[in-house]
């Protein structure tokens, strides 16, 4: 399995990892958002940790709207992350954006794991108290447990899902949260919160940047999930200092990159480089030096 990489760039940075941080990785050398290093720069709006009021605070592409019908309330939209396949054999990885109100069923599914990347937003199980979610909040939900998600009343709300796509269910179906359920609700803050007050990324820094003869500078290296309901290999948060970078290297199974904060640098050897900004996914291949 390829494990991902999740880049917290002050500015410019290579994208990458080390065989210290992971296990040996690499993935197909291109990502969801290629641009050339020549072209302007575009802004990248700086959201809140709490309240959106609208879709410009939100730093993630939103993608399409979703047109599954009654499988949500009121308005989501679906971006695809990563696809499972048979080089990186990372789990089905999508980004949902949910506008103000609006609400998955209850239903169930293989093995999730939620990262929020932006907005206030409400997670419940079947039979426990609503949890009332944020910008970096990590939530696992074990396979086939009843559950919804979605935005609160007053904020956008958009989140990344790692999830199991091959389990299949024991036919529950699915049942709408009713506005009356919705409006009375009663929830309480996320209790697996670990963002502390001075963070200024996506997901919590490590407290102390570390140095290490496969980067050019300091870097801060931590984990954002290990074993996990999902089944994925792990996923690792590196924030790197303006204008540090990686060594040359290459991974055994393939790498993947997720931009999450700032404007960095990716290239594969002989390719172009790629501008990556927060939302994109850059595939390392097996073997490749980049």
């Known amino acids: ?18 065989d210290q941080l992971a296990d040996k ?23 809140d940790s709490s309240i959106v009021e609208n879709r410009d605070g939100l730093t993630f592409p939103i993608g399409n709207a979703v047109t599954f019908p009654g499988a949500f309330t009121g308005t989501a939209y679906l971006a695809t992350m990563i696809a499972s396949d048979e080089i990186y054999h990372f789990p089905q990885t999508n980004h949902v954006t949910f506008e103000p109100g609006a609400r998955s069923n209850w239903h169930s599914h293989g093995g999730m794991v939620i990262l929020v990347t932006g907005g206030v937003g409400y997670y419940q199980e079947e039979g426990k108290p609503a949890q009332i979610i944020r910008k970096g909040d990590v939530i696992e939900c074990a396979p086939g447990v009843r559950h919804w998600h979605g935005a609160a009343p007053d904020s956008w709300f958009s989140q990344m899902v790692v999830y199991d796509a091959g389990y299949s269910s024991a036919g529950d179906g699915e049942e709408s949260v009713t506005d009356a359920y919705y409006a009375s609700l009663e929830a309480e803050e996320y209790a697996g919160r670990n963002i502390t007050a001075d963070n200024a990324f996506m997901f919590q820094r490590a407290s102390q940047s570390v140095t290490m003869q496969t980067f050019s500078g300091p870097v801060y290296l931590s984990d954002i999930i290990g074993e996990n309901v999902a089944g994925a290999p792990g996923m690792h948060y590196v924030v790197f200092e303006p204008g540090v970078i990686n060594n040359w290297h290459t991974h055994e199974g393939g790498q993947i990159l997720i931009a999450t904060d700032g404007i960095g640098y990716h290239q594969i050897e002989g390719e172009p480089v790629e501008v990556l900004y927060p939302g994109d996914v850059a595939f390392c291949p097996p073997g490749v030096k980049h």
């Open 1 to 18: 399995m390829a494990p991902v990489i999740l880049l917290g760039l002050l500015l410019s940075a290579c994208g990458g990892s080390n």
């Open 25 to 47: 990785s690499g993935n197909t050398g291109q990502s969801t958002h290629v641009e050339s290093i020549d072209q302007e720069e575009k802004e990248i709006p700086v959201p």
